[in-house]
Structures are given as C-alpha cells and as structure tokens.
C-alpha cells in the first residue's frame, strides 16, 4: 500500500502559497514523507498562480520532485486562466470526483490549505 498525499490549495493568499503549500511541497516526496503526492488547485488559488510569476517558479520546482498538479477546470475556464495553468503543465480535471475519492478512501490523506 502506497502512502499517499492530497493537498487542496484553495487559498488566494500568496503567503499561504509560499510558506504552506510550496514549502512542504518540495521537500515532502524528497524526504520521504510520501511516496505519492498531489497538489489541488482550486478557487482562488488558480487565479493567483496564474498571475505570479514567482510562485509559478516554486510550482515548477515542486513538480520537479514528483508531485503533480492539477486544477479544477470550471474555476480555472470562470477565471479565463485554463490556458495558463496548462501551459505551466497543471492537468484541468472536474475536481469534486477526485476529492470525493480521496476523502473516501483509506490510502490517501487530505490537507487543505
């Protein structure tokens, strides 16, 4: 059995981003906290990581360790910012199948920020 991470950034607070959501999420596959971990865009936060280019950085570097991306495609089309996040390699998908999962399942555990 995998152990198994979801974190549900929803938060448009760029301090949150940076001190939460990025922080833990680069060192947490590395250090073996998890063997797999996502990252879940959703609401505000889509918005703020389309628009600032420092946090797309820190995105990028997170991805880079292993942990994946994805966004909730009805916020992300509601804030004219799909193509953006796509470009930064963030999979559009209806969120609220993949939380439910998740939130039902025994294998995987759910943070939100």
Not at 26 to 31: F, I
Not at 57 to 77: H, P, W, Y
Not at 92 to 102: F, P, Q, R, S, V
Request: glycine share 6%; net charge negative; proline share 1%.
């Amino acid at each position: 059995m995998k152990n198994k991470l979801l974190i549900v950034w929803s938060s448009g607070e760029k301090e949150v981003a940076k001190k939460l959501v990025f922080l833990y999420g680069s060192v947490m596959l590395e250090r073996k906290y998890w063997d797999e971990a996502t990252i879940m865009i959703w609401g505000p936060s889509a918005q703020l990581l389309a628009e600032d280019q420092e946090l797309q950085k820190q995105m990028l570097i997170v991805r880079e360790s292993g942990v994946a991306f994805n966004a909730c495609v009805v916020c992300t089309d509601d804030y004219g910012v799909s193509d953006k996040l796509r470009e930064l390699g963030v999979k559009l998908i209806h969120t609220g199948e993949m939380l439910t999962e998740a939130l039902q399942s025994d294998d995987i555990k759910v943070i939100t920020f």
